[in-house]
């Protein structure tokens, strides 16, 4: 028995060998294809020529599996939405996602070149437009050290809007420490930028209405009527589209609530009526209606003011030396 054990192995050994090494080639084949992909494999800020002005955008583009690529993308305006397949072959990437708040009911379609650590290429609106665009990778934003925090500043003085820049015909208006929006208008941002800060800034709206307040210009945190819903990232206290918060900490339309929020390159922490409700968590991306796409740049403060009514007061922003 041992004899016949022994002669079965000599015999057995050289195929687990070759198993092996047919194994090996598959992972090195699999590997290989991973890396062929890594070109376009990242965040790209996106930059679309309109025939008005530019528009901002985003994609990243990640793999699936041996040989699959998916992604997310944020068009000008809306949330992040997923991309279930993107193409690339050679130098050339495309893919295609439904409609979401563009007019028209057609797919946008998006292809493009990459040269390097730039993409460029053209896109056909869901209404049939087609527009070029170009695009350059996502700076980390990862910071090397703790941020040393300055001296706060009131952005509102309480009395005009000094400091304040209405994008569009402004209805905006100063009245008795309150910065107030009486109906859907232009959107309000500061006329100063700012890089990593803390910013404290409490606001109230009447039933259904909706705000947000962006962050450098680039990434909101959602303002709306929310009390009782479950929390997503469409919701009061979500960076809009990408993080849901932890808990819903939303009043009743009409109460007076705060945020506490601390942004350091994309980390964010979200303090809502007192409850902590994102703790350092990544911002991949800009959000939908972002003022641009160049991440690495300081930004201003901008408040929403086209969703409806909205107040804000006692807008103090805390920035790192």
Known sequence: ?????????????????????????????????????????????????????????????????????????????????????????????????????????????????????????????????????????????????????????????????????????????????VLRSPKSGANLRTTKTFNNFKLHIEFRYPKESNSGVYLRGRYEVQISDSKGLEPSKGDLGAVYGFITPNEMAAKAPGEWQYYDITFVGRMITVIANGKKIITEQEIPGITGGALDSKEGEPGPIYLQGDHGPVEYRNIIITPAK
């Open 1 to 177: 028995m041992k004899k016949s054990f022994f002669i079965a192995g000599r015999f057995l050994f050289p195929v687990f060998v070759l198993l092996l090494a047919v194994s090996a080639t598959k992972v090195s084949s699999i590997g290989n294809k991973v890396m062929k992909a890594a070109g376009i494999e990242g965040r790209w800020d996106i930059t679309i020529q309109s025939s008005e002005k530019e528009l901002p955008s985003w994609l990243e583009v990640t793999h699936s599996g041996r040989n699959t690529l998916v992604g997310q993308f944020v068009g000008v305006s809306g949330s992040a939405r997923p991309i279930s397949r993107v193409n690339f072959e050679g130098t050339k990437m495309s893919f295609s996602i439904p409609p979401q708040w563009e007019n028209g009911n057609g797919d946008l379609q998006v292809e493009g070149t990459l040269d390097g650590d730039q993409l460029s290429g053209t896109m056909i609106t869901p209404d049939g437009k087609t527009l070029n665009w170009t695009a350059v990778r996502a700076p980390s934003l990862k910071q090397d050290k703790p941020p040393v925090w300055g001296t706060p500043i009131k952005l509102f003085n309480g009395k005009d809007l000094d400091g304040w820049q209405a994008l569009g015909t402004n209805q905006w208006v100063a009245e008795e420490g």
